[in-house]
Every structure is written in structure tokens, then in C-alpha cells.
T-cell receptor, first 111, second 114 residues
């Protein structure tokens, strides 16, 4: 069966520090991969999605970037965090014509 | 462009009441998928149901039921005999392009009081 792993679960980082959140999927090949952000009490904002290695679309201009170095690995990065980057980050995967399956999320607090 | 609207920001009901969560969507595609997800306090999104645009049959799963109406672009979710464990934020979502892009509504926070 397919599983998705996302880490870390919580993270507290100072303003101006770098960020790297990792997400891996097991049990499937060539998944569509997504990064979403959820601000406190708000809905989900799609940040990036990828349909293949090195094929990444950015939905919102921001301080973040994404990379997909391997078929089932999706990384969210920032060179310098801002206070506004705080939020709940969710990684997800989907197949062709399937629902999206979500990781457990990373709660990022920038201080 | 695709868009999902959930007009109800928060709903409170007393246990055992029925509650309906509304979802209205916009899309120009003729082929699309609709979803409902539940987000309990732990934060993880739990998939509840998927519907494709060619299947307007309503669905019932235990206390949950879904009403899909293309004529009004709505995909409403009803919980019958609500329970405290149903308390969560519920998201409606839309996918075009064979699942390459999921757009979520703003969510409805449901509180079921004992």
C-alpha cells in the first residue's frame, strides 16, 4: 500500500534562517506531488505541484522553492525565512484520476 | 479558472442533530473531480469521498451522505445524527486535469456539542 512521510512534525526557526521540509512517498511510482500551506484558521493554499522529476509548477510567488530530486521525494525550501512563512505545511500525492493523500503535516513557527 | 466556495465558515450543532455542509464549485472543464476531506484537530487531512463529473448519483456511507448536482454546481455533504467526534474542519475540493491540480474551499468548521 502507498504511504506518505513528511518530517519534521514541528519546527521553530528564527527569521532569516533556511528551511528544508522533506516528503517521501512509498508504494507508487510517478506520483503527482504537492505542497500546501495552511495559515492558522484558514484554508489550504497550493504552493507547488509536480508531475515529474524536475517538473515543478509554482502557484504563488513567495519566499519558498520546491525541488523533486527523485521520483518520490519532494522538498520545500527557503534560503531566508520570514515571519509570514509560519503555518502548517502539508505534502500530498495523487495518482491519475485519484484523490490526494496527505502527510501528517509540519507546523512551522518562525520567531 | 477553478474555484470552490464553502459559504459556511462555522457551524455548531448539538449531538444527534443532522447537519449539511455546502459546497459550490466553478470550473470550465467538462471532466473534473470533487472531494470532501475532514481535518480533525490533529491536522492531518482525511479523505472522505471522490466524485467524478459524470456520476451524479448521490452516495451514502453510514451517517454520511453526499448530494452532487451539476445544475447548481453543488456538492453538499450531510452528516446524520451528528456525534462529538464529527467535530472538525471539512474541506471541499475540486480537481481538473486528471488530478494534477487540487483546489480547496476555505473549509467549514463544524462543532458538535454534547
Amino acid at each position: 500500500s502507498q504511504t506518505i512521510h513528511q518530517w519534521p512534525a514541528t519546527l521553530v526557526q528564527p527569521v532569516g534562517s533556511p528551511l528544508s521540509l522533506e516528503c517521501t512517498v512509498e508504494g507508487t511510482s510517478n506520483p503527482n506531488l504537492y505542497w500546501y500551506r495552511q495559515a492558522a484558521g484558514r484554508g489550504l493554499q497550493l504552493l507547488f505541484y509536480s508531475i515529474g522529476i524536475d517538473q515543478i509548477s509554482s502557484e504563488v510567488p513567495q519566499n519558498l522553492s520546491a525541488s523533486r530530486p527523485q521520483d518520490r521525494q519532494f522538498i520545500l525550501s527557503s534560503k531566508k525565512l520570514l515571519l509570514s512563512d509560519s503555518g502548517f505545511y502539508l505534502c500530498a500525492w495523487s495518482g491519475l484520476n485519484t484523490e490526494a493523500f496527505f502527510g501528517q503535516g509540519t507546523r512551522l513557527t518562525v520567531v | 479558472a477553478q474555484k470552490v466556495t464553502q459559504a459556511q465558515t462555522e457551524i455548531s450543532v448539538v449531538e444527534k442533530e443532522d447537519v449539511t455542509l455546502d459546497c459550490v464549485y466553478e470550473t470550465r472543464d467538462t471532466t473534473y473531480y470533487l472531494f470532501w476531506y475532514k481535518q480533525p484537530p490533529s491536522g492531518e487531512l482525511v479523505f472522505l469521498i471522490r466524485r467524478n463529473s459524470f456520476d451524479e448519483q448521490n452516495e451514502i456511507s453510514g451517517r454520511y451522505s453526499w448530494n452532487f448536482q451539476k445544475s447548481t454546481s453543488s456538492f453538499n455533504f450531510t452528516i446524520t445524527a451528528s456525534q462529538v467526534v464529527d467535530s472538525a474542519v471539512y474541506f471541499c475540493a475540486l480537481s481538473e486535469n486528471y488530478g494534477q491540480n487540487f483546489v480547496f474551499g476555505p473549509g467549514t468548521r463544524l462543532s458538535v456539542l454534547p
